[in-house]
């Protein structure tokens, strides 16, 4: 059974830290490129970051502007497990956080992180909500 599990969310303050974790099984984690996406009440779902895998794609990494130098992807897949470290956070980056796994190696960033691409798993979901 393929399986992603967020954990590490919660609530704090405008100007604190996070540290989200994406436990996974079931899959070979080390050959698919690992994405957060997330979503806030009446948006739509965002792409926040992604990075390839190192075999297929360099580990190569994307973030969305409004998360560019506030926000740091890894991976550390001896134990199949990324990380999304949230630092600055401000009210809109409340939401639900989502980690989905792609069935490809890399991405082309250039054209955004979409929804279609993580087609082999997602997890469940965690919520951040960061008070002003």
């Known amino acids: 059974e393929v399986q992603l599990v967020e954990s590490g969310g919660g609530s704090v303050q405008a100007g604190g830290s996070l540290r989200l974790s994406c436990a996974t099984s079931?899959?070979?984690?080390?050959?698919?490129?690992i994405a957060w996406f997330r979503q806030a009440p009446g948006k739509e779902r965002e792409g926040v970051s992604c990075i390839s895998s190192f075999s297929g794609g360099n580990g190569r990494t994307y973030y969305a502007d409004s998360v560019k130098g506030r926000f740091t992807i890894s991976r550390d897949n001896a134990k199949n497990t990324a990380f999304l470290q949230m630092n600055s956070l401000r009210p809109e980056d409340t939401a639900v956080y989502y980690c989905?796994?792609?069935?490809?190696?890399?991405?082309?960033?250039?054209?955004?992180?979409?929804?279609?691409?993580?087609?082999?798993?997602w997890g469940q979901g965690i919520q951040v909500t960061v008070s002003s």
């Open positions: 989905a796994a792609s069935r490809f190696s890399a991405l082309n960033y250039g054209l955004g992180l979409h929804s279609y691409d993580f087609d082999r798993a």
């Open positions: 079931g899959f070979t984690f080390d050959s698919s490129a």
